[in-house]
Structures are given as C-alpha cells and as structure tokens.
C-alpha cells in the first residue's frame, strides 16, 4: 500500500510542478512605484518593466497596462520576446495595480464612464485624469521616453476604457496606439461606445491612432458587435486611423493573450 | 506535453508495480471487480454553464487493489444567454459544447472492497464549441446573426472518488473533477494546471452514475 501512495504522491508533484509565470525580474529589470492620486483618491502600485539588463538611456516607447495585476507578467513577456525577434521595438511596460491588493473590484470604477443604463460606480473620466495628469508625467519624467509612440493596453473593461477614451478625447489622444482586448461592448443601455462614435462622426470629429481590436469568438454576441464597431469605423474613413480587427478561438478569459501579442505587432508596424 | 507523458508514464509503472506484487492475490477478489461499466454524469463547470455526460469503461487488467483499462467519453455542455449589462439589446444565445475523449481509466481499490475506489483517468480528445445567437438594437441600427465554431485538441485528467453499492455491486456512484491541463503546454502565462471558468480549457465537478454491464 505505501508504494502506492509513494507513486501517487510522486505522479501528483509531477503534475503540479509547471508554473509558466516568469518572475518580472527574471526577465528583465523591475521597479515599482506608489501613486495616491488626487482625481481618484485610489492608491496604486505601479510595475515599470524593461526587457534588459538596465533601464534604457535613450527614449523609448511606453506601453501602460490597465489590470496590471493580472496582466503584467503577461505584458512582460510579449515585450520581451516580441522585443527580442525584431516584432516590435523594445518597450517600457508600466503596469497599474491596486496597492490594496483589491484589483479585481476596484478597477470597475476606473475603467467603466457613466452613461445611461450604467449602475455600477463609473468614474472613468477620473481615471483618465489620473493617467494624464499624474501616472504619465510622473513616469514619464523618471524615464526617458517617446512620447509619439505612448500606447495602452485593455482588456474586458480595460478594452472599454481605452477605446471609449479615444472617443472621448478624439481632438487630443493621450495614446497613439491601442490595443483593445474583448471590450465590454455592451455597456450602457443602448452600448454606449456605438453612440459615442456615431456622435463622434456627425459632429465631424476625427480619430488619430493605430488602434487593434481583438475578441475570442466564444463570447456570446460580443465578436459580432465588436466586427460590427470595427466596420463602422472603416466606413467612415477617419483619415488618421489605422485600423485592424481579428477574431480569435478562444473564450473572455483566453481572447487576451493572441489579442495583446498580435496587438502590440499590430500598432508597432506603424 | 511533457507533463501528460510523464502522467502516462507514472501511470503504466503504477500498473506493472501493482501486478508483479498482486500476482498471487486470490481470483476470488479479482473476480469481483467490474469488466464493462456505463457511466452517465452531470457535470458542473461553472453555475450558469453545465451538461452532461457518457461514459463506457473497460477494465481488462484487474486485481484486488487495481483496475485498469481504456474508456471513451462523450461530454456535452451548454451555456444560455446571461446578460451582463443592463441593455436595450434584444439577444438571443446559446454557446454548446461536445468533448470526444479516449481515457486511460486507473481505478485503486484500497480497501479491497468495490465500495470505495478511487480513479485517475488521463484523457486527450477532441472538443467542438459552436457559439450561436442574434443581437439587435434598434437605436444603434444593428441586427446581426453569428455562428462560430471551434474545434480543439484536448487533453488532461479525470479524477474520481467513487464506490459500488448493494449486495451484488451492480450500480455505482462517484464524484469526478475533470479538467483539462493543456494551459501547461500553450504560450498563454495566465493559462496553467487548472482553468476555472474557461471553456476552452474545460474544467468541472460532477456526479457520476455507474451501471455495472458485467
């Protein structure tokens, strides 16, 4: 009997021994800073990461990472190895995070704007002043960084954010490039992202961005509504926008990973 | 990948253990041991996502503490439409899933009675999800229909807590996790051991119903 649990307990170690999260700092160098922001009287952690031996000298491009908590190990990775085969140039990666530790509730506030049909707290425009007017000069003052090629990445509700706050602030973009992951296209009562860019276009407004739309095709009607938002902004043929749409086999919580990847190719080819 | 050979291969050394040093146990318990088994399940991956289950097992490697044999399996689940937001959409939709597996069934009887066993099944198989629906809203001016499928490669691990009952130890029940471990071989950092909540990457509990055939 004992050499049968011997041999189960070693088949349970065998299995359980993966673990494919790399460490930030395995992978390249690793500081963290602390911003209590006055907009949204949250305190953040923030995860600055360069997929090199030190930290860069010269400009580079900055890429921030909404839900930081849950993907800047992810963002590290793809930076490095996209880095690494020449698919993209190499990156600062700036991750957000709750210094709470209490990320996956808080970020709703954050990353959802108010709208008709929103009950949830929405303090999105909040957000944005935080990333303008604290997170990017503080970060941004510390790093030398080129500041034409400021991306942003979202997913779920970061994808909402990031592509609502381009709408928002068509007449002067924080990011040029955005990568935006199975958004939470259906939010508000009449999916409010769709009536801010048929506003957008009536009242003669422009896009000036590379902008990456990515959705897993197993997340109930949102990648027909996400193909259908793309379309629309390809009909209307906002002069300074590249655009790209893809569709992936993969859920909400897999979508992010081929979007992020194919995402960040995406903006950089420009 | 490496992980599921190594499975496999502790596995089968788990077999030839056990049979070199069972070789003289009594045919008398050996014979109490199921042949045939069918197995129907309700399987639980998350609350508003669940289905059911068939299985048909062969145990053609038996003693007293072991059995061991290959089994296939039919999975199916489905999802209907939840609505996450507050919505003037009118939508209709329905995400079905059907699992194919071949198992490799590893049953130890500790007890030397059938009342009590406990299983470990690696699996790979075959996975179709189709994704169907219709959303419309009239003031965005939309009405559109989807049909998307996928079909996958699968593998991972079954496990199961179960026992016959009665006299004649015809019928059986058990408790299974099932779940697939492909997360460890993909590129993805966030998919691992165990995916909760991934259809893609199925995981769930469930209740098993075992009919002992013979």
């Keep these: 009997m004992k050499k049968y649990i011997f041999a189960i307990s070693l088949s349970i170690m065998a299995l359980f021994q993966s673990c494919k999260k790399e460490d930030l700092s395995e992978l390249g160098v690793h500081q963290k800073l602390e911003i209590s922001s006055a907009y949204t009287g949250t305190d953040y952690t923030i995860d600055v990461f360069y997929p090199g031996s030190s930290f860069p000298d010269s400009p580079v491009p900055i890429v921030y990472v909404l839900d930081g908590f849950w993907y800047r190990e992810m963002a590290a990775e793809l930076g490095k190895e996209l880095s690494s085969e020449g698919s993209i140039p190499t990156c600062l990666f700036v991750s957000i995070d709750y210094k709470k530790g209490d990320g996956v509730y808080a970020r709703s506030k954050d990353l959802i704007y108010p709208g008709e049909g929103v009950e949830q707290e929405a303090e999105a425009p909040l957000f944005y002043q935080f990333l303008k007017e604290e997170l990017i000069p503080q970060v941004e003052s510390q790093f030398p960084s080129d500041t034409s090629r400021r991306t942003i990445l979202g997913h779920s509700l970061g994808g909402l954010f990031v592509l609502y706050a381009l709408l928002d602030n068509a007449e002067e973009p924080l990011f040029s490039k955005i990568v935006a992951a199975s958004c939470s296209i259906g939010m508000g009562l009449n999916n409010y992202l769709f009536q801010k860019e048929a506003e957008l276009a009536q009242n003669g407004g422009s896009l000036d961005a590379e902008l990456y739309i990515g959705c897993g095709n197993l997340v109930g009607s949102a990648p027909i509504m996400h193909q259908e938002f793309y379309e629309r902004l390809q009909a209307r043929n906002y002069p300074n926008l590249n655009l790209r749409f893809e569709l992936f086999p993969n859920t909400h919580g897999t979508d992010t990973y081929p979007s992020y990847k194919n995402g960040l190719k995406y903006v950089f080819s420009y | ?214």
């Design chain 2, 1 to 214: 990948m490496y992980s599921a050979i190594k499975l496999f291969g502790i596995s089968a050394l788990l077999c030839a253990l056990s049979f070199r040093s069972n070789a003289q146990q009594s045919d008398s318990l050996k014979s109490r041991q199921p042949v045939w088994t069918a197995e129907l399940s309700y399987n639980l991956p998350e609350f508003y996502n669940h289905g059911f289950g068939l299985h048909a097992g062969y145990y053609p490697v038996r003693n007293s503490w072991l059995r061991f044999g290959p089994g296939i399996q039919a999975n199916y689940f489905f999802t209907p439409y939840k609505q996450w937001f507050i919505s003037n959409n009118k939508e209709k939709s329905l995400i079905s899933e059907l699992h194919l597996n071949l198992l490799a069934n590893l049953e130890f009887v500790p007890f030397r009675k059938n009342s009590f066993f406990i299983g470990i099944s690696p699996y790979i198989g075959y996975e179709w999800i189709n994704n169907k629906g219709r959303v419309s809203n009239e003031l965005n001016g939309f009405d559109l229909k989807y049909n998307y499928n996928v079909h996958l490669f699968d593998w991972g691990t079954r496990f199961k807590l179960g026992g016959y009952i009665g006299k004649k130890q015809k019928y059986g029940l058990a408790g299974h996790f099932q779940m697939s471990n492909r997360g460890i071989a993909d590129d993805d950092p966030r998919t691992g051991f165990v995916n909760i909540g991934l259809s893609d990457y199925k995981a769930f509990v469930g209740l098993t119903f075992i009919y002992r055939i013979k």
